[in-house]
């Protein structure tokens, strides 16, 4: 078990729907992160909210909307996916985002989701 | 920009040593970290190097020289239940992204009995 919790594990849905992945930490975190990973692939950022303003959104489509209620929870919202889009979506926290030192980041277990 | 080398894959015995290797190409550098993920499951944080040396956990060590633009990650008395993906990371150092972590390819390591 992580303590980056991810809900839910499993998600298929078809290209109309609309879904919403959650995730929670409670380390006291200020930064947390959006990942998608392909199989056999390294992680891929998408966003990065720290202090829980949006601060990196790396060109990802507006299918997928992320959003951060309070410090330790984080949501990506999803509407009108591809198949393209099916992949394991990470969540992570850091104490901070920034260079300085050695700041681990926290992965959760992720949420598989498959599109139809 | 970053771009990190490493093996896609590696095979080693049960009880023995292996080492995977990352090699890095960094317009400045902020340290060298290495993330195990097994199959299925969460990347977990394994160690970072700031500085040229051995840093030792338990049977795991990680290494790095600044100078060779390289370090690797050293697996001792190997466990089936290392079989994973190994992946080593460095820090974007350019605008406002110095916190973004570049992460190599990976390298999966399979223990046979």
């Known amino acids: 078990d992580t303590e980056v919790t991810q809900t839910p594990k499993h998600l298929v849905m078809g290209m109309t729907n609309k879904k919403s992945l959650k995730c929670e930490q409670h380390?006291?975190?200020?930064?947390m992160y959006w990942y998608k990973q392909k199989a056999k692939k390294p992680p891929e950022l998408m966003f990065v909210y720290s202090y829980e303003k949006l601060s990196i959104n790396e060109s990802v489509p507006s299918r997928f909307s992320p959003e951060c209620p309070n410090s330790s929870l984080l949501n990506l919202h999803l509407h009108a996916l591809q198949p393209e889009d099916s992949a394991l979506y990470l969540c992570?926290?850091?104490?901070?985002?920034?260079?300085?030192?050695?700041?681990?980041?926290?992965f959760g277990d992720g949420t598989r989701l498959s599109i139809l | 920009g970053q771009s990190l080398e490493q093996p896609s894959e590696v095979t080693a015995v049960e009880g023995a040593i292996v080492q995977i290797n990352c090699t890095y190409q960094t317009s400045g550098f902020y340290g060298l970290s290495w993330y195990q993920q097994h199959d299925g499951g969460a990347p977990t944080f394994l160690s970072y190097n700031a500085l040229d040396g051995l840093e030792e956990t338990g049977r795991f060590s990680s290494f790095l020289s600044r100078s060779d633009s390289y370090g690797y990650l050293l697996l001792q008395e190997l466990q089936m239940k290392d079989s994973a993906s190994y992946f080593c990371?460095?820090?974007?150092?350019?605008?406002?992204?110095?916190?973004?972590?570049?992460f190599g390819q990976g390298t999966e390591l399979s223990v046979k009995p």
């Open positions: 992570a926290s850091s104490q901070d985002w920034g260079t300085d030192s050695n700041q681990p980041q926290h």
């Open positions: 990371a460095v820090r974007e150092t350019t605008g406002n992204q110095g916190g973004k972590l570049i």
């Open positions: 380390m006291g975190h200020r930064a």
